[in-house]
């Protein structure tokens, strides 16, 4: 039997309402009003619920319930900001449920039916999706000392306006944690894939992340006259960025089904001009995989791939390594945790890898971290119809919360 929920649901749809499109989904870009929008509703939230309110300088919104004083903070979240004209899940379902979770394990404990050792706080990661701003996960990237603060602030839109900028009416506020004061984190969220529902498994334990390497290429070419310029004297940017988008959809077909995923997914041309061939092309190339040779290989063929374009296209390609994370598991005393929690409330659950990048990713690195996944229908993401189901949901609170109730009080993680 599944617990309802009305209070989350109804929580969830409000929320939703900020930079809601007409598809049903949401557009909030890290530091945009909507953004803010969204982010001044959880304040709001926050604040209605007892939870005192902390903004650390990278913007990210932290919500605190001090159940220990002076004790180290038992973290759980996840990330309110979207793609562009995407789902209203992912990353927002897991905040919400964090919120939640948060509220519940603390009356509980203010009730004296749990015995906390531990603080116990919800976080907004400002930045997951590295949209508008790369790299993705800057906010825990940021947190866990991977990213300098000043680089993440300095970091600029295509717009050219800076991180600090987007967050200039956001000043840090409150006293918020900072790492050394974290004792464990857990983040719940949709799978994006289809595994749970393909298996019929309520909740997934995530135990290892794809490993990752996220390039910006260049293509730098010659403007000219696409009538008048002879075939054999152009140095086509474009063309040259189109073999390259090819090779890396190739780069899959060497290595065994589903062992490699690449895409392309963000160009810019210049000067992007009807009749004249463009002499310059950035874009943004991102190699995925669950075995760290398969990616090596495919980041070594790619370099040669990549002459090969040079050549063929008469341009000059640079590409440069902006962001990469590495197989390592999720603590297997975390997995255990999760794995008990998900028994003591009798759902079915499996072992998953992520092959999105999560805030979890940063954090696993530091402290013991717990990473769940709910159900996503037809594995459908970054999309408007990105969608998870009512009991799903509210499944995953019910699992987050038993989570929390087992950090907060000091399980032993062995
Ligand atoms: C997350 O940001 C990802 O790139 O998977
Ligand atoms: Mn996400
Ligand atoms: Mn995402």
Do not use: C
């Amino acid at each position: 039997m599944s617990a309802t929920n009305p209070a989350f649901l109804a929580d969830f749809a409000a929320m939703s309402s900020h930079g809601a499109t007409a598809g049903g989904g949401v557009d909030r870009q890290a530091g945009t009003p909507e953004d803010h929008a969204t982010r001044a509703w959880f304040s709001t939230w926050l604040a209605d619920h007892g939870l005192a309110e902390a903004v650390d300088p990278a913007g990210n919104q932290f919500g605190l319930a001090e159940l220990v004083p002076g004790a180290p903070w038992v973290l759980l979240g996840s990330h309110l900001d979207s793609q562009p004209l995407a789902g209203r899940y992912d990353g927002a379902y897991g905040v919400l449920a964090a919120a939640h979770a948060v509220v519940r394990a603390s009356a509980e404990a203010g009730s004296g039916s749990l015995k906390p050792v531990f603080n116990l706080a919800v976080v907004n990661w400002f930045n997951e999706e590295g949209s508008r701003f790369t790299p993705s996960m800057m906010g825990s990237g940021v947190f866990t000392g991977k990213l300098a603060l000043e680089a993440a602030l300095a970091t600029r839109d295509l717009a050219g306006s800076t991180v600090a900028e987007a967050l200039g009416d956001l000043p840090a506020s409150g006293a918020a944690p900072t790492l050394e004061s974290i004792a464990r984190y857990a983040e719940i969220h949709i799978e994006q894939g289809r595994l749970l529902e393909e298996t019929g498994t309520q909740v997934g334990i995530v135990d290892k992340t794809w490993a990752a390497a996220k390039y910006q290429v260049v293509v730098d070419g010659d403007q000219s006259h696409t009538g008048s310029t002879r075939m054999p004297d152009r140095r086509d940017a474009l063309f040259g960025a189109a073999l390259v988008i090819a090779a890396a959809r190739e780069l899959t077909e060497e290595f065994e089904s589903g062992s490699l995923h690449s895409s392309v997914s963000q160009l810019q041309v210049l000067p992007n001009s009807p009749v004249t061939i463009a002499r310059q092309v950035v874009m943004n190339l991102d190699l995925r995989s669950p075995d760290e040779s398969v990616l090596a290989r495919a980041m070594d063929l790619l370099d040669k791939r990549i002459a090969d374009a040079e050549a063929r296209s008469r341009t000059e390609i640079s590409l440069s390594l902006t962001h990469r994370w590495g197989l390592n598991p999720y603590q297997p005393a975390g997995v255990r945790l999760g794995r008990a929690a998900a028994d003591a409330l009798g759902f079915s659950h499996m072992d998953i890898m992520t092959v999105a990048g999560h805030d979890s990713t940063n954090m696993k690195d530091h402290v013991p971290t717990v990473m769940l996944f709910v159900p996503s229908v037809d594995g459908i993401s970054h999309n408007e119809a990105e969608f998870t189901r009512d009991e799903d949901a509210v499944r995953g609170v019910e699992l987050l919360t038993e989570v929390a109730r087992r950090l907060v009080r000091g399980d032993a993680l062995e």
